[in-house]
Protein backbone atom coordinates (compact mmCIF):
# COMPACT_ATOMS: atom_id res chain seq x y z
CA UNK A 1 0.00 0.00 0.00
CA UNK A 2 2.82 2.61 0.53
CA UNK A 3 4.11 1.83 -2.67
CA UNK A 4 1.04 3.10 -4.41
CA UNK A 5 0.61 6.22 -2.14
CA UNK A 6 4.59 7.00 -2.72
CA UNK A 7 3.95 7.31 -6.68
CA UNK A 8 1.19 9.22 -5.87
CA UNK A 9 2.41 11.16 -3.00
CA UNK A 10 2.86 14.66 -5.39
CA UNK A 11 -0.94 14.51 -5.40
CA UNK A 12 -1.69 14.75 -1.56
CA UNK A 13 -2.30 17.29 1.08
CA UNK A 14 0.62 18.00 3.52
CA UNK A 15 -0.39 15.61 5.64
CA UNK A 16 -0.85 12.82 3.97
CA UNK A 17 2.65 13.30 2.37
CA UNK A 18 4.12 13.13 6.15
CA UNK A 19 2.27 9.79 6.49
CA UNK A 20 3.99 9.05 3.25
CA UNK A 21 7.11 9.53 4.44
CA UNK A 22 6.79 7.81 7.76
CA UNK A 23 5.81 4.71 5.59
CA UNK A 24 9.28 4.88 3.87
CA UNK A 25 10.78 5.20 6.85
CA UNK A 26 9.18 1.85 8.08
CA UNK A 27 10.50 -0.15 5.35
CA UNK A 28 13.09 -2.61 5.43
CA UNK A 29 14.90 -1.16 2.13
CA UNK A 30 14.80 2.41 3.59
CA UNK A 31 16.36 1.22 6.95
CA UNK A 32 19.35 -0.16 5.15
CA UNK A 33 19.95 2.81 2.98
CA UNK A 34 19.83 5.00 6.24
CA UNK A 35 22.14 2.24 7.99
CA UNK A 36 24.30 2.53 4.68
CA UNK A 37 24.54 6.40 4.62
CA UNK A 38 25.20 7.15 8.20
CA UNK A 39 27.02 3.37 9.67
CA UNK A 40 29.60 5.32 6.56
CA UNK A 41 29.64 8.35 8.37
CA UNK A 42 30.38 6.63 11.76
CA UNK A 43 33.33 4.83 10.56
CA UNK A 44 34.63 8.00 9.14
CA UNK A 45 34.40 10.05 12.06
CA UNK A 46 35.46 7.57 14.38
CA UNK A 47 38.70 7.22 12.80
CA UNK A 48 39.32 10.40 11.23
CA UNK A 49 40.80 11.88 14.52
CA UNK A 50 43.61 9.29 14.51
CA UNK A 51 43.84 8.79 10.76
CA UNK A 52 48.02 9.11 9.12
CA UNK A 53 51.20 8.25 8.72
CA UNK A 54 52.13 9.04 12.03
CA UNK A 55 49.51 6.46 13.88
CA UNK A 56 50.59 2.94 14.53
CA UNK A 57 48.15 0.16 16.34
CA UNK A 58 50.53 0.25 18.93
CA UNK A 59 50.68 3.83 19.07
CA UNK A 60 47.07 4.11 19.18
CA UNK A 61 46.52 1.58 22.32
CA UNK A 62 49.48 3.12 24.15
CA UNK A 63 47.55 6.78 23.92
CA UNK A 64 44.13 6.18 23.99
CA UNK A 65 43.44 2.28 24.34
CA UNK A 66 40.60 1.04 22.10
CA UNK A 67 38.89 3.79 20.25
CA UNK A 68 35.13 2.99 20.54
CA UNK A 69 33.70 6.26 21.60
CA UNK A 70 33.89 9.63 18.98
CA UNK A 71 36.54 12.18 19.89
CA UNK A 72 37.37 16.00 18.72
CA UNK A 73 40.16 16.37 15.99
CA UNK A 74 44.10 17.82 17.90
CA UNK A 75 44.93 18.59 13.55
CA UNK A 76 44.03 21.61 11.69
CA UNK A 77 41.44 21.04 8.80
CA UNK A 78 42.65 20.40 5.28
CA UNK A 79 40.97 19.60 1.87
CA UNK A 80 41.33 15.47 2.64
CA UNK A 81 40.48 15.52 5.91
CA UNK A 82 38.37 16.99 8.27
CA UNK A 83 36.06 20.09 7.87
CA UNK A 84 35.26 20.89 11.40
CA UNK A 85 37.59 19.50 14.53
CA UNK A 86 34.40 18.60 17.15
CA UNK A 87 33.52 15.17 17.73
CA UNK A 88 32.04 13.02 15.34
CA UNK A 89 32.97 15.35 12.16
CA UNK A 90 33.25 13.18 9.07
CA UNK A 91 35.76 13.74 6.55
CA UNK A 92 36.17 14.18 2.90
CA UNK A 93 35.53 10.39 2.36
CA UNK A 94 31.90 11.02 3.56
CA UNK A 95 31.75 14.61 1.77
CA UNK A 96 32.75 12.87 -1.94
CA UNK A 97 30.26 10.28 -0.97
CA UNK A 98 27.20 13.28 -0.67
CA UNK A 99 28.32 14.41 -3.91
CA UNK A 100 27.81 11.44 -5.65
CA UNK A 101 24.09 11.26 -4.04
CA UNK A 102 23.42 14.73 -5.53
CA UNK A 103 24.36 12.81 -9.01
CA UNK A 104 21.88 10.04 -8.29
CA UNK A 105 19.48 12.40 -7.01
CA UNK A 106 19.99 14.34 -10.52
CA UNK A 107 19.94 11.56 -12.56
CA UNK A 108 16.69 10.32 -10.70
CA UNK A 109 18.95 6.32 -10.61
CA UNK A 110 21.71 5.96 -11.74
CA UNK A 111 24.04 8.12 -12.67
CA UNK A 112 26.62 8.59 -16.01
CA UNK A 113 29.83 9.86 -15.71
CA UNK A 114 29.17 13.09 -17.29
CA UNK A 115 26.32 13.63 -14.43
CA UNK A 116 28.76 13.21 -11.63
CA UNK A 117 31.20 15.18 -13.61
CA UNK A 118 28.32 18.38 -13.51
CA UNK A 119 28.13 17.86 -9.56
CA UNK A 120 31.18 18.94 -9.06
CA UNK A 121 31.56 21.07 -11.84
CA UNK A 122 28.81 22.57 -9.78
CA UNK A 123 30.71 21.98 -6.66
CA UNK A 124 33.48 23.39 -7.59
CA UNK A 125 32.11 27.03 -8.84
CA UNK A 126 29.54 27.37 -6.27
CA UNK A 127 32.31 26.54 -3.37
CA UNK A 128 31.38 28.31 0.05
CA UNK A 129 35.41 28.74 0.76
CA UNK A 130 38.78 27.18 0.06
CA UNK A 131 38.32 23.86 1.80
CA UNK A 132 35.16 23.18 0.05
CA UNK A 133 37.23 23.88 -3.65
CA UNK A 134 39.94 22.00 -2.36
CA UNK A 135 38.21 18.99 -1.99
CA UNK A 136 37.11 19.11 -5.01
CA UNK A 137 39.76 20.21 -7.81
CA UNK A 138 41.74 17.26 -8.20
CA UNK A 139 38.16 15.46 -9.49
CA UNK A 140 36.47 18.15 -11.28
CA UNK A 141 39.88 18.54 -13.15
CA UNK A 142 39.82 14.96 -14.24
CA UNK A 143 36.43 14.72 -15.06
CA UNK A 144 37.14 18.07 -17.66
CA UNK A 145 40.35 16.39 -18.97
CA UNK A 146 39.67 12.51 -18.72
CA UNK A 147 42.76 10.45 -19.83
CA UNK A 148 45.03 13.55 -19.92
CA UNK A 149 44.69 14.19 -16.44
CA UNK A 150 46.24 11.64 -13.97
CA UNK A 151 44.68 11.85 -10.28
CA UNK A 152 47.23 11.56 -8.00
CA UNK A 153 50.50 11.04 -10.90
CA UNK A 154 48.14 7.72 -11.47
CA UNK A 155 48.32 5.99 -8.26
CA UNK A 156 45.70 3.44 -7.13
CA UNK A 157 44.51 5.96 -4.62
CA UNK A 158 40.96 4.83 -2.90
CA UNK A 159 39.40 8.18 -3.74
CA UNK A 160 36.34 5.89 -5.60
CA UNK A 161 36.18 3.55 -2.82
CA UNK A 162 35.89 5.51 -0.09
CA UNK A 163 32.84 6.93 -1.38
CA UNK A 164 30.99 5.02 -3.88
CA UNK A 165 28.37 2.97 -1.58
CA UNK A 166 25.44 4.84 -2.46
CA UNK A 167 25.96 3.33 -6.45
CA UNK A 168 25.06 -0.33 -4.39
CA UNK A 169 22.21 0.82 -3.29
CA UNK A 170 20.70 1.84 -5.92
CA UNK A 171 21.90 -1.03 -8.00
CA UNK A 172 20.27 -2.72 -4.57
CA UNK A 173 20.36 -7.21 -4.88
CA UNK A 174 21.87 -6.55 -8.07
CA UNK A 175 25.95 -7.36 -7.34
CA UNK A 176 27.02 -7.67 -11.55
CA UNK A 177 24.93 -4.55 -12.24
CA UNK A 178 26.68 -2.67 -9.42
CA UNK A 179 30.15 -3.89 -10.11
CA UNK A 180 29.94 -2.50 -14.16
CA UNK A 181 28.49 0.81 -12.74
CA UNK A 182 31.03 0.99 -10.17
CA UNK A 183 33.80 0.73 -12.68
CA UNK A 184 32.45 3.03 -15.09
CA UNK A 185 31.88 5.85 -11.93
CA UNK A 186 35.23 5.69 -10.87
CA UNK A 187 37.24 7.74 -13.16
CA UNK A 188 38.02 9.46 -9.94
CA UNK A 189 41.11 7.54 -9.80
CA UNK A 190 43.12 4.89 -11.95
CA UNK A 191 44.49 1.50 -12.43
CA UNK A 192 43.41 -1.46 -10.27
CA UNK A 193 41.83 0.74 -7.71
CA UNK A 194 38.87 1.21 -10.31
CA UNK A 195 38.39 -2.66 -9.88
CA UNK A 196 38.97 -2.34 -6.16
CA UNK A 197 36.03 0.03 -6.20
CA UNK A 198 33.65 -1.78 -8.64
CA UNK A 199 34.13 -4.64 -6.09
CA UNK A 200 33.17 -3.14 -3.00
CA UNK A 201 30.00 -1.76 -4.91
CA UNK A 202 29.13 -5.29 -5.47
CA UNK A 203 29.18 -5.99 -2.02
CA UNK A 204 27.31 -2.93 -0.76
CA UNK A 205 24.74 -4.05 -3.51
CA UNK A 206 24.83 -8.35 -1.95
CA UNK A 207 24.36 -6.20 1.52
CA UNK A 208 20.98 -5.06 0.73
CA UNK A 209 19.54 -8.67 -0.24
CA UNK A 210 17.57 -9.79 2.61
CA UNK A 211 18.97 -13.37 1.73
CA UNK A 212 22.30 -12.61 1.48
CA UNK A 213 24.65 -13.69 4.17
CA UNK A 214 28.95 -12.95 5.45
CA UNK A 215 30.08 -15.23 2.66
CA UNK A 216 27.44 -14.14 -0.34
CA UNK A 217 28.10 -10.83 0.04
CA UNK A 218 32.23 -11.49 -0.22
CA UNK A 219 31.78 -13.92 -3.35
CA UNK A 220 29.86 -11.13 -4.96
CA UNK A 221 32.45 -8.96 -4.61
CA UNK A 222 34.66 -11.67 -6.36
CA UNK A 223 32.53 -12.87 -8.69
CA UNK A 224 31.27 -9.59 -10.25
CA UNK A 225 35.10 -8.67 -11.09
CA UNK A 226 36.15 -12.04 -12.67
CA UNK A 227 32.27 -12.40 -15.10
CA UNK A 228 33.72 -8.85 -16.04
CA UNK A 229 37.43 -9.66 -16.32
CA UNK A 230 36.00 -12.79 -18.59
CA UNK A 231 34.70 -10.11 -20.64
CA UNK A 232 37.13 -8.11 -21.77
CA UNK A 233 39.99 -9.76 -21.45
CA UNK A 234 41.58 -12.68 -24.19
CA UNK A 235 40.80 -16.66 -23.80
CA UNK A 236 44.47 -16.82 -22.94
CA UNK A 237 44.54 -14.46 -20.60
CA UNK A 238 44.03 -17.04 -17.54
CA UNK A 239 47.09 -19.31 -18.50
CA UNK A 240 49.76 -16.46 -18.24
CA UNK A 241 51.62 -17.30 -15.36
CA UNK A 242 53.04 -13.34 -14.61
CA UNK A 243 48.99 -12.38 -14.78
CA UNK A 244 48.49 -10.40 -11.17
CA UNK A 245 45.44 -9.43 -9.88
CA UNK A 246 46.48 -7.68 -6.37
CA UNK A 247 42.45 -7.24 -5.37
CA UNK A 248 41.82 -10.75 -5.76
CA UNK A 249 44.96 -12.22 -4.34
CA UNK A 250 45.33 -10.07 -1.10
CA UNK A 251 41.19 -10.98 -0.77
CA UNK A 252 41.74 -14.65 -0.99
CA UNK A 253 44.34 -14.24 1.59
CA UNK A 254 43.02 -11.58 3.85
CA UNK A 255 39.69 -13.63 3.95
CA UNK A 256 41.47 -17.11 5.40
CA UNK A 257 42.88 -14.89 7.84
CA UNK A 258 40.23 -13.36 9.47
CA UNK A 259 38.16 -17.27 9.19
CA UNK A 260 41.26 -18.32 11.18
CA UNK A 261 41.91 -15.80 13.67
CA UNK A 262 41.24 -15.41 17.52
CA UNK A 263 40.73 -11.85 17.52
CA UNK A 264 41.01 -8.47 15.29
CA UNK A 265 44.55 -7.86 17.02
CA UNK A 266 45.94 -10.95 15.46
CA UNK A 267 43.81 -9.99 11.83
CA UNK A 268 45.68 -6.91 11.98
CA UNK A 269 48.93 -8.37 12.48
CA UNK A 270 48.63 -10.94 9.90
CA UNK A 271 47.36 -8.75 7.06
CA UNK A 272 50.25 -6.31 8.04
CA UNK A 273 52.19 -9.07 7.15
CA UNK A 274 50.42 -10.26 4.42
CA UNK A 275 49.84 -7.26 2.23
CA UNK A 276 51.96 -5.41 0.39
CA UNK A 277 52.89 -1.76 1.61
CA UNK A 278 55.09 0.88 -0.52
CA UNK A 279 54.95 4.60 -1.09
CA UNK A 280 51.64 5.26 -1.49
CA UNK A 281 49.40 5.63 2.01
CA UNK A 282 45.65 6.44 0.63
CA UNK A 283 46.02 2.54 -1.57
CA UNK A 284 43.18 1.39 -3.71
CA UNK A 285 43.17 -2.73 -1.96
CA UNK A 286 44.23 -2.18 1.20
CA UNK A 287 40.77 -0.08 1.70
CA UNK A 288 39.37 -3.51 -0.01
CA UNK A 289 40.59 -5.94 1.72
CA UNK A 290 40.68 -4.45 5.18
CA UNK A 291 37.28 -3.52 5.58
CA UNK A 292 36.01 -6.97 4.17
CA UNK A 293 38.18 -9.15 6.56
CA UNK A 294 37.13 -7.04 9.71
CA UNK A 295 33.76 -7.71 8.29
CA UNK A 296 34.31 -11.21 8.38
CA UNK A 297 36.35 -11.72 11.34
CA UNK A 298 33.49 -9.63 13.32
CA UNK A 299 30.71 -11.40 12.22
CA UNK A 300 29.14 -8.47 10.58
CA UNK A 301 28.52 -6.77 14.35
CA UNK A 302 28.87 -2.65 13.45
CA UNK A 303 30.73 -1.52 16.79
CA UNK A 304 33.36 -4.27 16.21
CA UNK A 305 33.67 -4.04 12.97
CA UNK A 306 34.58 -0.30 13.03
CA UNK A 307 36.48 0.02 16.09
CA UNK A 308 38.83 -2.97 14.42
CA UNK A 309 39.42 -0.81 11.18
CA UNK A 310 39.83 2.28 13.28
CA UNK A 311 42.37 0.16 15.04
CA UNK A 312 44.80 -0.27 12.58
CA UNK A 313 45.90 2.56 11.98
CA UNK A 314 47.04 4.20 8.19
CA UNK A 315 43.91 5.33 6.49
CA UNK A 316 41.88 3.97 9.35
CA UNK A 317 39.27 6.45 8.52
CA UNK A 318 38.84 5.33 5.17
CA UNK A 319 38.38 1.52 6.17
CA UNK A 320 36.06 2.32 8.87
CA UNK A 321 33.79 4.21 6.57
CA UNK A 322 33.80 1.43 4.36
CA UNK A 323 33.21 -1.30 6.59
CA UNK A 324 30.67 0.99 8.40
CA UNK A 325 28.65 1.55 5.14
CA UNK A 326 28.70 -2.13 4.47
CA UNK A 327 27.15 -3.40 7.66
CA UNK A 328 24.89 -0.50 7.92
CA UNK A 329 23.58 -1.97 4.35
CA UNK A 330 23.44 -5.67 5.82
CA UNK A 331 21.92 -5.03 8.70
CA UNK A 332 20.05 -1.57 8.99
CA UNK A 333 20.68 1.35 10.92
CA UNK A 334 18.64 -0.69 14.06
CA UNK A 335 21.77 -1.98 14.34
CA UNK A 336 24.05 0.92 14.82
CA UNK A 337 24.54 2.70 18.05
CA UNK A 338 22.09 5.72 18.14
CA UNK A 339 24.52 7.62 20.74
CA UNK A 340 26.96 7.49 17.90
CA UNK A 341 24.35 8.55 15.25
CA UNK A 342 23.12 11.38 17.52
CA UNK A 343 26.59 12.98 17.41
CA UNK A 344 27.82 12.50 13.83
CA UNK A 345 24.00 14.14 12.82
CA UNK A 346 24.91 17.44 15.54
CA UNK A 347 28.59 17.57 14.26
CA UNK A 348 27.60 17.64 10.92
CA UNK A 349 24.92 20.01 9.88
CA UNK A 350 25.66 20.72 6.39
CA UNK A 351 23.72 17.42 5.24
CA UNK A 352 20.31 15.79 6.63
CA UNK A 353 21.67 12.41 6.11
CA UNK A 354 17.98 11.01 7.38
CA UNK A 355 16.65 13.34 4.26
CA UNK A 356 19.21 12.44 1.98
CA UNK A 357 18.18 8.52 2.68
CA UNK A 358 14.65 9.32 2.12
CA UNK A 359 15.35 10.63 -1.30
CA UNK A 360 17.69 7.79 -2.21
CA UNK A 361 15.13 5.13 -1.07
CA UNK A 362 11.62 6.93 -3.61
CA UNK A 363 14.24 6.92 -6.24
CA UNK A 364 15.06 2.79 -5.30
CA UNK A 365 11.00 2.21 -5.06
CA UNK A 366 10.47 4.27 -8.44
CA UNK A 367 13.00 2.91 -10.78
CA UNK A 368 11.90 -0.57 -9.24
CA UNK A 369 8.46 0.09 -10.52
CA UNK A 370 9.42 1.10 -13.56
CA UNK A 371 11.27 -2.22 -14.38
CA UNK A 372 8.23 -4.24 -12.99
CA UNK A 373 6.20 -2.36 -15.89
CA UNK A 374 8.98 -3.02 -17.75
CA UNK A 375 9.10 -6.75 -16.87
CA UNK A 376 5.11 -6.88 -17.56
CA UNK A 377 5.08 -5.50 -20.71
CA UNK A 378 7.67 -8.16 -21.67
CA UNK A 379 5.61 -10.64 -20.04
CA UNK A 380 2.77 -10.10 -22.37
CA UNK A 381 5.15 -10.98 -25.48
CA UNK A 382 5.86 -14.32 -24.04
Known sequence: MATRILVQRSAHPTGEIEQVMDSIQE??????????????????????????REWTPESIRESYGEIDWLMPYERPVGYHAHFHKGAGAYTDD???KHLLCEAIVDAGGMPRAGELGHVLARAYHHAQDELHEGLIEEYYLKAIWGRDKMIYSGEPTNGAIMSNSPIGLIAACRPHEAYQAGFDLAFLTDGYAKTASAMMVAAIAEAMNPAASIDSIVDAARKSHLAFAARREGPRWGDLEWKYDPNLDFLDQSIEIAKSADNYVEVQKRLYETLEWGHLFSEATHTLVVP????????ADFRQSVVACVMYARDNDSYASVV?????AYHGVDAI????????IDANPETDMLDLSIKLTQIIIDNHQQNMQS?????SLL
Open 27 to 52: TSLFKKVYGCMIGGAIGDALGGPVEG
Open 94 to 96: TRM
Open 292 to 299: LAMFVHCA
Open 324 to 328: GALVG
Open 337 to 344: PADWIQTV
Open 375 to 379: AEALA
